[in-house]
């Protein structure tokens, strides 16, 4: 989601994540969600790598084929639609060059 700069002194510091865990959930409205998810599609269409960014994150990621798309719904009670994407990270398939 695009930010706004804001005019404070000092940058803020984004950490950049390459590994270990990282997960982070958020609420917003629907708006916010479309737009979140037409930015992702660009990227699927620019290139084999996306990067998510939070205020102070950002995750680069470079995947490989196929893109597992999960969808679920669930019609009992309280309906819930549930989609997922799983990326699998890319794998070099050139074998090094050995001198």
């Known amino acids: ?50 990067t998510l960014t939070g205020d102070d994150w950002e995750l680069p990621f470079a995947f490989g084929e196929p893109v597992k798309l999960d969808i679920e719904f669930e019609g009992d009670g309280e309906p819930e639609l549930e989609i997922e994407v799983e990326l699998s990270g890319r794998i070099e398939d050139e074998a090094p060059e050995l001198s």
């Open 1 to 50: 989601m695009p930010e706004v700069p804001t005019e404070e002194a000092d940058e803020p510091t984004v950490e950049t994540i390459t590994d270990g865990y990282f997960e982070e959930e958020y609420y917003v409205d629907a708006e916010d969600a479309g737009e979140f998810l037409v930015e992702l599609g660009e990227q699927f269409d620019d290139d084999d790598e996306i």
